[in-house]
Structure formats: C-alpha cells, structure tokens
C-alpha cells in the first residue's frame, strides 16, 4: 500500500514539473500576451524552477552525508504545485477574468506549501503537535512575507495606487498566513508515517560478526 501511495505521489510530482516548464515555456514565448505582459514572467522562469528543484538538490545533498532514506514525493509534489497554480492562473487569464481567484491563491497555494513543510518535518524527530502546528505556521508566514517584498519590488514601485495596492498587500498577508495555519492545523492532526528502518551501520555489523570468531 505504501509502495502505491508513494508512486501515485511520483507522478503527481513528475507530471507538476513537466506542466510547469510548459507553462513557463508558453509565457516566455508570448511575452506580449495580455495575460503575461507586466507580470515579471522573466523573473517567475528563473525563481519558479529553482524552487521547484529546491527539494531534490536537498535531498541529494542529505545523500552525499550518508542520509539514506526514500525520495519524498509528496513534499515535492506539495512544493511545486503553488508555482503551477499561479503560471496556469497567468495562462488562463484568470488573476483578471474572475475576482476572488487572487485570494483563493493566497490561501489556498500557503496551505499547499505549509502542507509541504508539514510533510518534512513529520520525517524528522517527533514533535509535539503544537510546536508542528507553529513550525508550519511560522515557515508559512515567512514565505508569505518574503512573496509580497519580492512583489513590490516587481509591482508596486512603478505604479501610483499604493493605497490600494497596500490593503492588497496586507490581505494577501492575511490569507497566506490563514492558508499556512490550517496546513499547520491539519499537520499537527495527522499520524506520523511510518519511515524505513535505517540501514545497519557496516562497521558495526562486521564487528558483530568478527566477535565470536575471536573469542574462538
């Protein structure tokens, strides 16, 4: 079952990553599309893709030190989605066709990258819920924070609607913030998943096995 559950998060990831190099690819194609122009796309093909190989590189760095241990799908799958969510919201033009798609983007993309750091660090040593449950809760908020620095430097500083844009701001804040306490919530609610055993240390297996024969 959890050779399933673990190829099912598989391709979720591996298909999450191929969406995302063509939805950035279209962008970068048709920069004078309506939908894409003044939206920092060159920025969003440079940012996007290093945060979506943000967890292999971990984890092949963890190998490198000796860390065995499965590849982790589902925070990768976790990871990547929010940056899909928001290039196909550009394709499809809806960050302007439909009104409420901003903040459900807000919300609903800092509940997927909480729900993401939520699945690393039930990989980790136990937690009590609660300090889970603020962990997710705080890495969230500080993406949130660091996406709307990053976006009035690309926006806001070239256009005059700073009251506006400020209530935008501070909500988008909000939302984000909302999104990464109930991944934080629902984190902190979850069983912990069963790792694998890690593998024996050679040096002491052959000491083990070299025991009897000396004493012999």
Not at 14 to 35: G, N, S, T
Not at 74 to 88: G, H, K, S
Not at 89 to 96: E, R, T
Request: charged share 15%.
């Amino acid at each position: 079952m959890e050779l399933v559950h673990r190829a099912s998060w598989r391709t979720i990831a591996i298909f999450l990553k191929a969406a995302l190099a063509v939805l950035l690819a279209l962008a970068l194609a048709f920069p004078e599309w309506d939908r894409f122009a003044d939206k920092a796309m060159g920025a969003r093909a440079v940012a996007y893709p290093l945060a979506a190989l943000l967890v292999p590189a971990i984890w092949l760095v963890r190998r490198r030190l000796g860390r065995r241990g499965p590849f982790p799908w589902d925070v990768d799958a976790l990871l990547t989605a929010p940056f899909v969510i928001d290039v196909a919201g550009n394709a499809l033009d809806l960050y302007d066709a439909v009104s409420w798609f901003d903040d459900a983007c807000h919300f609903g993309n800092w509940a997927l990258l909480g729900a993401a750091a939520g699945a690393a660090l039930l990989r980790g040593p136990a937690l009590p819920p609660w300090v889970t449950a603020l962990l997710v809760t705080g890495i969230g908020a500080t993406t949130a924070i660091t996406w709307e620095i990053a976006e009035y430097g690309a926006f806001i500083l070239d256009t005059p609607e700073s009251v506006g844009i400020y209530r935008d701001t501070l909500g988008d804040e909000a939302l984000g913030l909302l999104g990464a306490a109930t991944a934080g919530i629902l984190t902190a609610l979850r069983p912990r998943p069963a790792l694998p055993a890690p593998a024996p240390d050679p040096l002491t297996t052959s000491a083990r096995e070299q025991t009897p024969a000396q004493a012999t």
